[in-house]
């Protein structure tokens, strides 16, 4: 007889008795020992009792998991259906147990004073695990799955859980008429009302929408969350090298789309997309909390003459100084330009020409120049 069933004797006979099956009996036991299995720890104490003369036959209904056992192999092939056709690096398979199961499972522990005993969706999780590896074509990953098939014990379904993916880039925003993020109807938000001509939202697109749309289409995700570098308002643009972003696609079924095509897809009159590259979850709050500094170009007509020194003797004594910002605020469904009076903003450098009578030069300037 080995150790642990000789030190165990007592308990594992009544349970052998009890007529659980060899998993169950098993797993009483399951922490005692590596290298074997739960059935084959049942077995073994089976053995040891018929040596003894003690006939303790596991039960034709295990009393404790209802021969759940026995579907394993369905639960495993509904695992391996369910993930068809959803491209991940890995995946891991949970599974969920009837609450009087583990009810009882917990009482047995308690009963026998039982501390080496393994819970039954540890073993579950495993062995439908073991099953379905061979069909999956992707390791499993404990600590961050891509893809979780969580199998439903009592009725073989399987719900799954993938994570999104993260695109950043940095984006020009062309128009002076479309936000940022998609800003829903603030009278339907988002059903569809008069107010908003049944559309749910107060612009036609926005820079958000025309990348994340087409994401969505390639990935085959559900939504799309755009996560940017700060905002600007809808009247500014968004030239130079762009604003940072990191768009998030949830349940994605495709992880890797070629970005060069996104990129393609997307650009349009409106707005651009550049460097487009795939980040992990941590970067999105990296992203919002950065605060990148902004170069914010003011161009001023005048009506009549101008004293050349004096507006550059104005514009400069702005160097270094405090700026109070106010910054767009959407209360009670009601925007609202804000004080912000906890951050006020330093300026640094600031630069300043006088560009002549002519609009169109003023025009051809802005264009090369113009940043952020
Ligand atoms: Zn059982
Ligand atoms: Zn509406």
Known sequence: ????????????????????????????????????????????????????????????????????????DRFADAAVEAMDGIESDNFLIGTRVEPEIVQREKELWEQYGLEQAEPIKAELNREIGKLALPKMHRPVEFKNPQVVALVDTRFADVSIDIA????????????????????????????????????????DTSVQEIIGDVALEMIGGTEHFFHGMGREDIDARMLGDG?????????????????????????????????????????????????????????????????????????????????????????EGVRVRRRRTQHPELLGETRCAVQGRDPRRVGDQLSRTMRD
Not at 40 to 63: H, K, Q, S, T, Y
Not at 172 to 189: A, L
Not at 193 to 203: A, E, L, N, P, V
């Open 164 to 203: 999104p993916v993260f695109i950043a880039g940095r984006y020009n925003k062309f128009s002076r008429e479309i936000p940022q993020t998609i800003w829903p109807c603030r009278v339907c938000h988002g059903k569809g009302c008069d107010h908003c001509h049944g559309k749910g939202k107060m612009y």
């Open 1 to 72: 007889m080995e150790e642990w069933i000789y030190e165990n004797h007592d308990k594992a006979k009544a349970l052998a008795e009890m007529g659980l099956c060899d998993h169950c009996l098993g797993r009483m036991f399951g922490k005692i020992g590596t290298g074997t299995t739960n059935v084959n720890r049942g077995l073994d104490i089976r053995e040891a009792l018929a040596e003894e003369g003690v006939d303790a036959p596991a039960a034709e209904f295990c009393p404790l998991c209802e021969n759940v056992f026995e579907l394993l």
């Open 243 to 331: 604003r940072p972003f990191v768009l998030e696609i949830s349940s994605p079924r495709k992880r890797r789309i070629d970005l060069d095509e996104l990129k393609r897809r997307s650009d349009n009159e409106l707005a651009a997309f550049q460097d487009l590259h795939y980040v992990q979850r941590e970067a999105v709050e990296r992203y919002k909390e950065a605060a990148a500094d902004k170069v914010y170009r003011v161009h001023v007509l005048a009506e009549g003459k101008v004293n050349k020194e004096a507006v550059i003797e104005v514009a400069l004594s702005f160097k270094n100084a405090n700026i109070d910002q106010r910054t767009p605020d959407v209360r």
